[in-house]
């Protein structure tokens, strides 16, 4: 067994108040935390991976320890395992990954409970984002709300699977989902959990490995309301397995088309319209072959083009838009 790298001592400290602490405090020094947050008070020395938290009473042992391991998690998983401690729910659906992501109070739980009877939930409070390889895998945490039944807990499966998407979580009187860019999708991230990067020095860590996170994984905006609705809205789209929210499309067989130097000229015979396509946008075109969906068309792109895969998948479903608008194109 591999000797533990962090180890946490706990203490119980009677002349803690009972309640929150007078005034929430955290102050970093070069490898320092200390903290004095609720009703957890303690240390964390990044650079002896020692952490000490003392709790007023027994029955409180076990948040405070768990508060102090995701702490350390959050600040020590980009650095040293090309990975995000992410404040979101976990769902696998036929053995593929999802993740749900926002602050407190934008649905995570909600997502968690309606999931029931769809997918296995690995939590509903912190999951774990790992981009160690070229593919992405979504791992389980001991890491549950406060709220979440024990036995729950105890039940849930330990697990990493392929991670298919994120949802940046929105409430909403509508199900809508939006792609996000490469910097909107980071700033989403960082919203989600602004404290991995309140250590200065851990900042660019967590920036490049958001950057590598962005550039593997469609990051989406996801709009929401309560109901197990929104799975059957989701499975026309994310959740089968890699297609977007546009569907499989083929060329119109009216239109007829021919490359010159890397760019198309579409000829529609039946409105009598010659079109000419830009790079990027002949590239497309001559992706889409009734096979592919939007996604994989997009993942060419991205590796093509050496832009984020967020970034590709919001051209490349743009300009599907304006071709099926344009009726030069169909749905497969």
């Known amino acids: 067994m591999a000797e533990p790298k962090w180890f946490l001592t706990l203490a119980v400290n009677a002349a803690l108040p009972k309640g929150k602490a007078p005034k929430a405090s955290i102050s970093h020094t070069d490898t320092k935390t200390s903290f004095w947050v609720d009703i957890y008070k303690g240390e964390m020395d990044f650079g ?9 009473n027994s029955p409180e042992a076990i948040s405070g320890l768990e508060r102090v391991a995701a702490y350390i998690c959050m600040q020590e998983l980009h650095r040293h395992h090309s990975s995000l401690l992410l404040h979101g729910a976990g769902l696998v659906v036929d053995d593929v990954g999802y993740a ?5 109070g934008r649905g995570k739980s909600t997502i968690s409970r309606l999931a029931a009877g769809f997918g296995d939930v690995l939590s509903d409070e912190l999951v774990i984002v790992d981009v160690s390889t070229d593919q992405a895998v979504l791992v389980s945490t001991p890491f549950w709300g406060t709220g ?4 729950r807990v105890a039940s849930s499966p330990q697990r990493r699977v392929p991670l298919q998407a994120l949802y940046d979580l929105h409430h909403g009187s509508e199900f809508r989902v939006e792609t996000l860019s490469a910097g909107a999708a980071i700033m989403a991230l960082l919203a989600s959990e602004k404290v991995a990067i309140e250590r200065v020095s851990n900042a660019d860590s967590w920036l490049a490995i ?12 996801l709009q929401f309301y309560p109901s197990t609705d929104l799975w059957e809205y989701l499975s026309m789209g994310s959740f089968t397995k890699g297609a977007a929210m546009v569907p ?3 060329h119109n067989p009216q239109v007829s088309s021919r490359l010159f130097d890397g760019e198309a000229v579409l000829v529609d015979t039946d409105k009598n319209v010659v079109r000419m396509l ?7 075109w001559e992706l889409v072959d009734g096979e592919r969906s939007a996604h994989e068309i997009a993942e060419i792109l991205s590796r093509e083009y050496d832009v984020s895969l967020s970034e590709a998948q919001v051209s490349v479903n743009d300009f599907l838009v304006t071709l099926a608008a344009h009726e030069l194109i169909a749905e497969a």
């Open 278 to 284: 830009n790079e990027v946008g002949s590239r497309i």
């Open 210 to 221: 958001a950057r590598k996170v962005v550039n593997t994984v469609p990051i989406e905006r």
């Open 48 to 56: 002896r991976c020692r952490a000490v938290v003392s709790v007023p």
């Open 148 to 151: 979440t039944p024990t036995d």
């Open 248 to 250: 499989i499309m083929h």
């Open 100 to 104: 749900f992501f926002g602050a407190s």
